[in-house]
């Protein structure tokens, strides 16, 4: 069966919620992120809502961040709060 992420890129959905997973340790469980993929899954970065003005908060620099480590290095960086973890 094909698969395939579809990432839409605007402010708002990069300002809005983590695209890597993080640790709640509230529940103790693992929260996935629109970044956690299986392996083999291509990624669609749709850059077609991105438009001048705005402005990016940390979450939304942390995203973008992510997205160019996938893209770039092919890993992915759990955030477990107190430090990183690099998936490949």
């Given amino acids: ?10 402010v708002a959905q990069l300002n809005s919620a983590p695209f890597v997973p993080r640790k709640d340790y509230t529940t103790n469980t693992l929260v996935q992120g629109k ?7 291509p990624l669609l970065v749709d850059e077609t809502r ?11 620099i942390k995203n973008i961040q992510a997205l ?3 893209v770039v290095q092919q890993k992915l960086s759990y955030d477990f709060q107190f430090y990183p973890v690099d998936f490949l």
């Fill in 1 to 10: 069966v094909p698969r395939c992420q579809r990432v839409p890129l605007d």
């Fill in 35 to 41: 970044l956690q993929l299986a392996s083999g899954t």
């Fill in 68 to 70: 160019r480590d996938v």
């Fill in 50 to 60: 991105l438009v001048p003005g705005g402005n990016l908060l940390e979450q939304g």
